[in-house]
């Protein structure tokens, strides 16, 4: 487990040496008083571990941009990728003081030790495209959505694609939240796409996405809380917490309506990971028992089950 006995600990991502895992995560000092203003004292955080569970906490990764910068604000969730030269490319969400925080944007910073990273400029490598995307100036939702780039290999071998927290431009506002989509072939340089899931299907956004090849099959996790759902799936009595789709094809389409909780809101910001015996364990940070906590939990072991899909072997914690 991550505690951290100063600071509240949430969103997070992963990269693996082949040694070492690093875990890269949201960070924010408990003693601004209130956690709900952590997302506006923010850092990005950086901890070791040789099994997935003890955690050794390394000097923070990232900080906002002194300057003028696309991230001069925060610096929020991201992935990481290793390129075929052996660099190591993090992305990651970007605010500035300009917009006071409410529009979002992608950025990168490179590595080659996964310890020291160095930023590509102070201009975002990508924005969202009005084309199919919400944007601030006619936003239903109390930002512009286009954060948390999950960055994956074309299962074809045609460059890369990303998957990013969006918003649909159309449809009923409470229900926009859609799979953005964006392809480059060299990292550095990428193009936006159109939604890799409809809008209205229930979720006013989808959350710190991930998709993965698990045994074979094809699946998308995404997190999504209550007060984020809408009125319908509200007064159905669903919950928020970690959803699962088991999509057709890794580029989806990805059908949100199909999604199944994998977790009670108590969870969130899920991410599966293999550890060292090849098994596909869960990590999450531990959301609220009322109150805030803010730590990420030791790896529960998931499996795909032909029937139910993918599930966790043993409880989760609550």
């Given at each position: 487990m991550l505690r951290l006995d100063d600071h509240w600990v949430w969103d997070f991502w992963l990269a693996d040496d082949g040694e070492t895992y690093h875990l890269?995560?949201?960070k924010a000092p408990k003693a601004i008083g209130d956690p709900d203003q952590r997302h506006w004292n923010v850092s990005v955080g950086h901890a070791v571990s040789a099994d997935l569970s003890d955690w050794t906490v390394l000097p923070d990764a990232l900080a906002p941009s002194a300057g003028p910068a696309f991230d001069d604000y925060t610096t929020w969730t991201g992935s990481i990728v290793r390129a075929d030269d052996g660099t190591w490319h993090m992305f990651y969400t970007g605010t500035s003081h300009a917009e006071g925080g409410l529009k979002q944007r992608i950025g990168l910073a490179s590595s080659?030790?996964?310890h020291t990273w160095h930023k590509h400029g102070t201009a975002a490598i990508l924005e969202s495209d009005p084309r199919w995307y919400e944007q601030l100036q006619d936003a239903q939702w109390p930002d512009e959505a286009w954060r948390d780039p999950w960055v994956f290999r074309d299962p074809g071998g045609d460059g890369w694609h990303m998957?990013?927290?969006?918003?649909s431009r159309a449809g009923d506002p409470e229900q926009r939240g859609v799979i953005g989509h964006a392809r480059s072939l060299d990292l550095l340089t990428w193009e936006v796409q159109?939604?890799?899931?409809a809008p209205g299907t229930g979720f006013g956004h989808l959350e710190v996405a991930q998709v993965e090849i698990v045994d074979g099959s094809p699946v998308l996790l995404f997190s999504c809380l209550?007060?984020?759902l809408s009125e319908g799936r509200r007064r159905t009595g669903e919950?928020?917490?970690v959803w699962v789709v088991e999509p057709r094809d890794l580029l989806g389409p990805y059908d949100p309506e199909q999604a199944r909780r994998l977790t009670e809101e108590s969870l969130y910001s899920g991410r599966i990971i293999r550890d060292r015996a090849g098994a596909w364990v869960l990590l999450a940070f531990r959301h609220t028992d009322g109150?805030?906590?803010g730590e990420i939990i030791d790896p529960i072991p998931v499996r795909l089950d032909p029937a139910h899909g993918l599930r966790s072997t043993q409880p989760l914690p609550m």
């Open positions: 890269y995560f949201l080659d030790d996964l998957l990013i927290t969006a918003r159109p939604p890799l899931s209550h007060g984020e919950r928020g917490g109150d805030f906590i």
